[in-house]
């Protein structure tokens, strides 16, 4: 299997524009995450999904964000509108059976705000 | 929620030598206890992980304690490689909430 896949690996983007990012799990993996990482936050779970259904969405810093998984092949995660303080590391990961599994991760978009 | 903190943010050390990091945590209804290592422009991947009924577990060079009444697991790289300079992240889990600890450097000196 050719793991996590995630696009694009790096944005860069004005200040109030839309971003998209985009995942696709390791197939037969049932659990798919999105974190973001920072310096001052470090490692954060953002939301997460079980068989396409979101179970928890707290981590999601504000509205402007939202995430979507339409089919088990294929997740976003939407930043509208983006602001500078959005700047970070996104990472995807995905699991066979939950957060208390092997989490495989993606190489990671580097999404820069300005 | 969990509060989980790791120490010491760098370490540096010869190659051949021993490396520790530590985390603590504060919900004692954590039950998983998974590391990972982060090298650089890649995502963190799984190196050895604990489960709350076990007190340590072990892989060739790589050990993981756990002590479930102080609330404090470590990690433990034995002959150290300059392979493994990277960023160690330690984790929490408990109520399908998931916490890293803020990570730490080791740099093994060849």
């Known amino acids: 299997d050719a793991g996590v896949i995630q696009s694009p690996r790096h944005e860069v983007t004005e200040m109030g524009q839309e971003v998209t990012l985009r995942c696709k799990p390791i197939?037969?993996?049932?659990?798919l995450f999105w974190y973001r990482q920072t310096m001052m936050r470090g490692l954060e779970l953002l939301i997460y999904?079980?068989?396409?259904?979101?179970?928890?969405d707290s981590g999601m810093p504000e509205d402007r964000f939202s995430a979507k998984m339409p089919n088990a092949s294929f997740s976003t995660l939407k930043i509208q509108p983006s602001e500078p303080r959005d700047s970070a590391v996104y990472f995807c990961a995905s699991s066979y059976s939950g957060l208390s599994d092997t989490q495989y991760f993606g190489p990671g978009t580097r999404l820069t705000v300005l | 929620g969990e509060n989980v903190e790791q120490h010491p943010s760098t370490l540096s050390v010869q190659e051949g030598d021993s490396a520790v990091i530590k985390c603590t945590y504060s919900d004692s209804a954590s039950n998983y206890f998974p590391w990972y290592k982060q090298e650089l422009g890649k995502g963190p991947q799984l190196i050895i992980d604990i489960r709350s009924n076990v007190g340590e577990k072990k892989d060739q060079r790589i050990a993981v304690t756990l002590n479930k009444t102080a609330k404090h697991f470590s990690l433990h790289i034995t002959e150290t490689q300059p392979e493994d300079s990277a960023v160690y992240f330690c984790?929490?889990?408990?109520?399908?909430?998931?916490?890293f600890g803020s990570g730490t450097k080791l740099n093994v000196k060849p």
């Open positions: 197939s037969g993996h049932d659990y």
């Open positions: 999904f079980n068989n396409n259904v979101p179970i928890d």
């Open positions: 984790a929490a889990y408990n109520f399908n909430k998931f916490y």
